[in-house]
């Protein structure tokens, strides 16, 4: 009686009449190691001399119907993808197998294994992977987790002095943006640059003079000013220039957090030119 009392509720007294007085704690220690419900019933009604009181049966009962509802897990990194069926081929390839990945949503994978470990086996493996920052930022031309000063040089993206000299590009973009807007175009469209098409299918919603613009900045190396829905949800403005389209990620230098960023073209506003 005492092992079994010990084991589900706190001793509160000792000597010739002993105490234990059942918690939620008491008794949830005890599911910890694996006693049910049932089978705890059934002990106390054994060493009892009545039924057990109703009070303790419904918090047994409350107890083991949400004990283990929430389950947790230790994971060294996630891979996530809106692609569901490319990450159902990664989370089965047998080659990748020492990662130990689990499905733990059909667009996010679990690996035991580190960042920088999980993407060199996922690149050995014919993938092509991208390391990511808590705030969901791709890390450019550096490998994950590593000092931006240990990276080869052939993997460092090459920044451009901060000089006036573009800055007479951004005078073309306006002159070349307002000769869109404005009266005077010709009766039919020019024909629409890859960039131009990339952009249109990504963000249909946007202009075609702003698509115009966004693509010409990219094409020439200059900047433009962008309205953007942050990963919080919050929108924000930035000047960004240097860009690189890549699907519908644009990597580009932003010049309020004066380092290299990807931005999603699905939460692009609106592009005008920087005046």
Known sequence: MSALLDGCADRESRGGAVVW??????????????????????????????????????????LARRHGSVRARSVAC???SDDQALLAEIAVDRRLKRLGLQVLAPTVLASDSGVDET??????????????????VVALGRAPGRDAGAEPAAARRPRRARTPA??????????????????????????????????????PRLPSAQRRLLAHAIDHGSSVLIEYISSTGGRTERRIGEMLLAGNGLFAWCELRQDDRNF????ILSVRPVG
């Open 119 to 136: 993407v060199a086996a996922l690149r050995g493996a014919g993938f092509l992977p991208m390391a990511e920052d808590r705030a969901r």
């Open 264 to 267: 999603t073209l699905s939460r």
């Open 166 to 203: 573009p800055r007479a590009k951004t005078v073309d973009v306006a002159a070349f943006a307002a000769g869109l807007v404005h009266a005077g175009l010709p009766d039919h469209e020019p024909s629409a640059s890859g960039n131009e098409r990339s952009i249109a299918a990504h963000v």
């Open 78 to 80: 996630c891979l996530r």
């Open 21 to 62: 007085r059942v918690t939620p704690e008491s008794l949830r220690r005890a599911l910890d190691q694996g006693i049910t419900a049932d089978g705890l019933r059934t002990d106390l009604g054994q060493v009892s001399r009545g039924d057990l009181p109703q009070p303790l049966r419904y918090l047994i009962d409350d």
